[in-house]
């Protein structure tokens, strides 16, 4: 089986911008994830989706938007870029049941100038 | 906010010899995983434990869980050069595993 994917690998922005990452979970998973990691804040917990729901969310501001398509398929938006913005941002994919492992990609690298 | 607690923040070891990690949690959980990044890498899954469960074993890995403590450990026996890499532990405490919480993370070096 294909692993998650994540596209694109590297992305440079200036402030102001908006942006849009992709995501394509394991074939089969209809849950996917997003986390942001920094330096500074560590592992931080965007959202998640399910059967294109979206069914948790962390502590974001509402620039962080993200949406799930029929295929599992997903997007994560972030308006109105700031510096502190800059970060890996990861997706990771499961069944959806309990107690299943999340399969990470490899992430996207977003930096804003 | 950080559930998980990681410590030591760093450890080197040589090649051969183990290497055990801690997590300290705060609330409740369901289940409680153990990643691993390499590395300008995305994490990959190592073990998970649930609750109810006090030992886990994968391999080299050994997990343990004590809930009356909320802590956990992870042992990695005979440790290789490529066992070098940030370990973290997460925390589902939310039952849908859909949001795991984790900690800042151990670097773990493996000298050759």
């Known amino acids: 089986k294909a692993g998650v994917t994540q596209t694109p690998r590297y992305l440079i922005k200036t402030r102001g911008q908006q942006v849009t990452l992709s995501c394509s979970p394991i074939?089969?998973?209809?849950?996917v994830s997003w986390y942001q990691q920094t330096p500074g804040q560590g592992l931080q917990f965007l959202f998640e989706?399910?059967?294109?729901?979206?069914?948790n969310k962390g502590n974001f501001p509402g620039r962080f938007s993200g949406r799930q398509f029929s295929n599992s398929r997903s997007e994560m938006n972030v308006s109105t870029l700031e510096l502190g913005d800059s970060a890996l941002y990861l997706c990771?994919?499961?069944?959806?049941?309990?107690?299943?492992?999340?399969?990470f990609g490899d992430g996207t690298r977003l930096s804003i100038l | 906010s950080q559930q998980g607690e990681e410590d030591p923040q760093a450890l080197s070891i040589q090649e051969g010899e183990n290497a055990t990690m801690n997590c300290s949690y705060k609330?409740?959980?369901?289940?409680l995983q153990w990643y691993r990044q390499n590395s300008g890498r995305g994490l990959v899954h190592l073990i998970l434990?649930?609750?109810?469960?006090r030992e886990k074993h994968s391999g080299r890995l050994r997990v343990t869980l004590d809930t009356s403590k909320k802590s956990s450990s992870l042992l990695i026996t005979a440790s290789r050069a490529a066992d070098t890499a940030s370990y973290f532990c997460?925390?589902?405490?939310?039952?849908?595993?859909?949001?795991?919480?984790f900690g800042k993370g151990i670097t773990l070096s493996v000298r050759p």
């Open positions: 990771a994919s499961s069944p959806g049941g309990n107690n299943q492992p999340q399969h």
């Open positions: 074939s089969g998973h209809r849950s």
């Open positions: 989706y399910f059967s294109e729901t979206q069914r």
């Open positions: 609330t409740s959980i369901n289940n």
């Open positions: 434990i649930r609750s109810n469960e």
């Open positions: 997460a925390t589902d405490d939310t039952g849908a595993n859909s949001k795991l919480t």
